[in-house]
C-alpha cells in the first residue's frame, strides 16, 4: 500500500471513531411540565410524593426525564399563559391539578397528553368524556370533593351542638365550586341547616366575605380550592378570631389550626399520579387510562383548637379520625 493510501485509510480509521462519537448527540430527555395550582410551600407534600414515586418507577430528574415547574400560586388568571409555555417549550407530558389549570391546559393544547392529580368532577366540568373512557388527551384522578359535602356538614353537625347556620367559602371562577355548592344544598336541606354563601373573585375578597356572617354564624365550610388552600393560614386566623370552627377538604387546614378536614388524601392521589405518567411516558394514550377515584379518605382533627373553641369532641370521632393534631 503506498504510504499516501495507508495515511488516509488510517486517518478515516483513527479520526472517524471521535466524529462519529461528536455525531451522536446525547438523546434529549422526555419532558414534564408541572403546573402546581397553589405555592411549593403550600403542596410541597403532595408534590414530593410525585416525584417519588417516579423514582421508584425509574424516572430521575436530570438523568432520564426533565420537569419544568411552574406555580399559579392560587391565581387561576396565571394558567394560560403557563400552559402556553409548556406547549411553546415543548414538554411531552403536562402533569396539574384543580379545574380550572386543567381547562386551561386542554385548551392549551390537544396533542400534549395531559394528567390531573386532583380535579373534583372531571365529567361535569367537561375536561373528559367519560371516567371509563376520558377520550382526547386528558386522564387523571378524580377528587370527589363535591360528593362529600354532605358528609362534611353531617361531621360539622356531631361536632357542633345546635347547629344551624354554615357560612360556605366558595371560589366564584371556578366550575367545580357549582357542583360542590348543588350538594351542599342539598345535604343542608336534609339536615335542617341554613347555608349562606360567601364568593370571592379575589384574595383580597377573603377578608371581607368572612367578616359579614361573624354574627350569628356556627361554623365556617370552606370548598375545596387552591385560592383558599394557598391562603389557609389567613383563613383560620380570622375564624378563630371569630371563635367560628371551619371544616374543609383537605389536612393543610388542619395544620394551620383549622378544627377538622374530611376528603381524598391528596399525597396519595398524587402518588398514584406518577403511574399515569409512567405509562404515558413509556408509550400509552391518555385516551385509553381510565379516570381513577380515590381510595384514601382521611379525618383530620384538631384538638388543640376544639379546646380553643370550647368543643369537646367525642371519644368515637376521635377514634374515626385518620389523624388528631395536639
Known sequence: MKRREFIKAAGVSILGFPLTAQAQQPAKLPVIGFLGANTLAAQSRSTEALIQRLRELGWNEGRNIAIEYRWAEGSSERSPK????FVELPVDVIVTHAPLNV???????STIPIVFAAVGDPVGIGVVASLSRPGGNVTG???????????????????????????????????NAAL????????????????VF?????????ASALAVPKAGTDALYVQTDPIFNTHRSRI????????????????EYVEAGSLISYGANLTDLFRRTGDIVDKILRGA????????????FDLILNLKTARTLGLDLS?????????VVE
Open 315 to 323: 371519644a368515637s370521632l376521635i377514634a374515626r379520625a385518620e389523624e
Open 180 to 195: 360542590e355548592i348543588r350538594e351542599i344544598q342539598s345535604a343542608a336541606q336534609t339536615l335542617g341547616l341554613d347555608v
Open 82 to 85: 403557563l400552559m402556553a409555555e
Open 141 to 175: 384522578l378524580s377528587l370527589q370533593s363535591a360528593e362529600l359535602a354532605g358528609k362534611r356538614l353531617e361531621i360539622l353537625r356531631e361536632i357542633i351542638p345546635g347547629l344551624r347556620r354554615v357560612v360556605v367559602l366558595t371560589n366564584a371562577d371556578s366550575p
Open 285 to 296: 394514550k391518555p385516551s385509553d387510562l381510565p379516570v381513577q377515584q380515590p381510595t384514601k
Open 236 to 251: 383560620t386566623a380570622l375564624a378563630l378570631d371569630a371563635r367560628v370552627p371551619t371544616i374543609s377538604g383537605t389536612r
Open 198 to 206: 360567601e364568593k370571592i373573585w379575589r384574595a383580597e375578597d377573603i
Open 103 to 109: 381547562i386551561a391546559a386542554k385548551r392549551a393544547t
